[in-house]
């Protein structure tokens, strides 16, 4: 009998020790293939940015000899990650950890993979090597913010064609053609739920408006739309950057010098989002922010830039969400989807949380804006989830700066709001089928909210007014009813809106009375699961009940 029951045991450890040895094989094949692809692109480590892209021009012949070998790669990794999963659970405890160890390490270089395979494949493709593409520039001002991030008050076309890049143009939105306050003759085609939750506010016919949903895809669709009737042409994509995606992107380049002022990766967002406003009237303030765009990718045209930083500040700016990719072709936009550039998440996702506001106050005091978002799940025996997410508002504008009222804080002669005032529509985007939504605001009494639906998912809000110094806490609950997938799992996405100053959260996960929580990638389970920190990138929790 003792050794009938430890029979089962050894064979899951040696099923799991032949999983391993597998992957591990399979692994090391992969390696060995990405090895070749890194030789094919005739440079290894910090200096392959540097084989990429020389004399301001994407080479295309070493990306396609090393995209078989990167195919390969991804292939024979996905396979070890196959081998790696199917293991049983080993009942040896050093056998646990070899096994929880290389399945961590073996994701984290498929993702690579897939990763290095896909960018390979998408170069050519955005730069032209089969023609010239043309993109729409927007760039977002962060102070006035909307769902994607900020009002578009400048626009520019880049121009891509074998390899190269350059800014055509750049100017303020009001220089369009037929500009009439950015409205266009007639609304433009876009989703049903489009029309029928942003349309009442002209997102399908007016500049400004494009881009209140979040859906960073569907926004810059409709952006070129509207485009296309200012002035007639057709563009292949958008490009969506703000002054922090400067930040990024400027360690690669010199100092670019604009009305006597070196401007520089540690000072750019502050001259472009606050001081510029107080340093120059209205058409000084357009040229300096022309000047900063054209002088940074006049740069990167000349071949002026170090590569390998570039590479590094595009990675950093687009995870962050501060630049963002669409494409009219559904393939390559599907490739960009893939790599996390298009701006947003997977529809096909569960449960998504997004904390997202429009500022109706025509000022840019979103500059002074911070929000923490502090959220409580708990999990039932019934499967569903109860869900407390309480967003804390704080504005921290000065009620004047001295001087001329400026757009910074608004002008109360010309708008009618108060120098300062964060006039905002808050809105917060929740699981499909969630129920019994309660909102409170200043006291313990609660309303059923105001929804709409954005890209399919249910989106409670409410009209929020804080004076400049002042703060404002709401709380919104909310019921999940089939929270827990057939494996006993949670999942959650929280996914952040682009902010000058990224959104705090913490987020607390308690289970079903009488069970505990096994978190991902945790060695034991714990009664409570808590996160905090800032969310400067979409955020993906799963755990599971013990």
């Known amino acids: 009998m003792v050794a009938g029951s430890w029979l089962p045991r050894i064979g899951r450890d040696v099923r799991a020790v032949r ?182 506010q002209k997102a399908l016919q007016q500049w400004q408006q494009t881009n209140l949903t979040p859906n960073f895809p569907v926004a810059a669709n409709i952006l070129l739309k509207v485009y296309e009737e200012f002035t007639g042409e057709r563009l292949d994509g958008v490009v ?42 209205s058409d000084e303030q357009n040229r300096f922010l022309i000047e900063v765009v054209d002088g940074f990718w006049a740069a990167i045209s000349a071949g002026k830039a170090d590569a390998r930083r570039l590479a590094e500040g595009v990675a950093q700016a687009t995870s962050s969400q501060h630049f963002k990719v669409y494409m009219r072709d559904a393939e390559l936009q599907e490739k960009l989807a893939r790599l996390g550039a298009d701006g947003f998440f997977d529809t096909k996702a569960s449960n998504v949380q997004l904390v997202y506001h429009q500022n109706y106050g025509r000022n840019k005091v979103d500059y002074y804006l911070h929000r923490k978002v502090s959220t409580e799940i708990r999990l039932g025996v019934d499967g569903a989830a109860q869900v407390t997410t309480k967003i804390k508002l704080r504005n921290r504008a000065p009620a004047q700066l001295g001087g001329a009222p400026t757009v910074l804080l608004g002008d109360p002669a010309i708008e009618g709001i108060k120098a300062g005032m964060n006039q905002m529509l808050l809105s917060v985007l929740v699981p499909k089928g969630v129920q019994d939504a309660r909102l409170h605001e200043r006291s313990e009494s609660s309303v059923v909210p105001f929804s709409f639906d954005d890209s399919g998912f249910p989106v409670f809000w409410d009209v929020v007014k804080m004076p400049p110094g002042s703060s404002k806490t709401i709380r919104l609950e909310y019921r999940i009813p089939e929270a827990l997938d057939e494996g006993e799992r949670f999942e959650l996405l929280v996914f952040p809106q682009t902010l000058v100053h990224p959104e705090q959260y913490d987020i607390t996960i308690r289970p079903p009375e009488g069970k505990r929580l096994w978190a991902e990638g945790a060695d034991s389970p714990e009664e409570v699961i808590s996160l905090t920190g800032a969310l400067s990138r979409p955020l993906q929790l799963a755990v599971w009940v013990n």
């Open 19 to 200: 999983a391993l040895s597998d992957g591990a094989r399979e692994a090391t094949e992969g390696a060995r293939a990405a090895v070749v692809g890194l030789g094919a692109l005739g440079a290894e480590g910090p200096e392959i940015g540097d084989s990429l892209f020389q004399r301001g021009k994407v080479r295309f012949e070493p990306l396609s000899r090393a995209l078989p070998h990167f195919r390969q790669a991804s292939v024979l990794i996905g396979a070890a990650s196959r081998s790696v999963n199917r293991a049983p659970q080993p009942s040896i405890e050093y056998l646990r950890d070899i096994l929880s160890t290389a399945g961590d390490d073996i994701t984290e270089a498929q993702r690579a993979a897939d990763t290095g395979a896909l960018l390979l494949d998408l170069l050519p493709d955005l730069f032209g090597k089969g023609g010239r593409r043309s993109y729409l520039l927007a760039f977002q001002s962060l102070g006035e913010s909307r769902g994607t991030g900020g009002v578009i008050n400048f626009y520019g076309v880049l121009e891509t064609s074998r390899g190269r890049v350059r800014l055509t143009e750049i100017a303020p939105t009001p220089r369009l053609p037929d500009w009439n306050g950015g409205i266009i003759g007639s609304p433009v085609r876009g989703p049903q739920w489009l029309k029928e939750s942003y349309g009442p």
């Open 240 to 281: 969506a950057m703000d002054p922090i995606t400067l930040e990024f992107l400027m360690p690669a380049v010199d100092p670019v010098v604009a009305f006597d002022t070196h401007v520089t990766s540690r000072n750019v967002a502050h001259l472009l989002l606050r001081d510029s406003y107080l340093r120059f009237d």
